[in-house]
């Protein structure tokens, strides 16, 4: 069964702005009760998943501080920024050491910021890159794409929508 969580984007504006751009971008919050239960939202959106091209590209946000992909392949990968991580030192068996470094994910503690860091991920990555596909998950050829372009500008019918991502334009048809 699914969890509605439309009560949690309201009365708080930061809730509020990340449930309009949800609508806006046609995602839906398909929480389920035990993800609710152990803090966790999870997303729907209206792009196919390339991996299996069946089933939409789901994201979610963990009470951890994750935010990851849902649905490709064997494991979730995470979509947080990365870091380097603390080096460490380990005694080899001649008396010398070896450093060891790795890189970490930055982890997001608040639940706000985490849905506002995971629409402007899903936004950049998944919208703008995408952008030939449209949300019943059909692949639109870029010649395809071209001539209805050349099309409306004959008829003077170009549309044009801006969106701003962390202070980046871009232009989104």
Known sequence: MK???KWKYQGDSRYEKVYEKMQLLGIQDVTTDRQHKNGTITWEL????WNSGKTNIEVASFSTGYVRNNNS???NYQLNKRREGEPEYFKLSNGDYRKFETRTCKLIPIEIDRLEYLISYCLKNYYIKNANQV???DFVPKWKYENDIRNAVVENTTPEVKVIVNGHRYNVI
């Open 3 to 5: 969890q509605n969580n």
């Open 46 to 49: 209206p792009i196919k998943n």
């Open 73 to 75: 392949g064997y494991s």
């Open 135 to 137: 949300p019943n998950g």
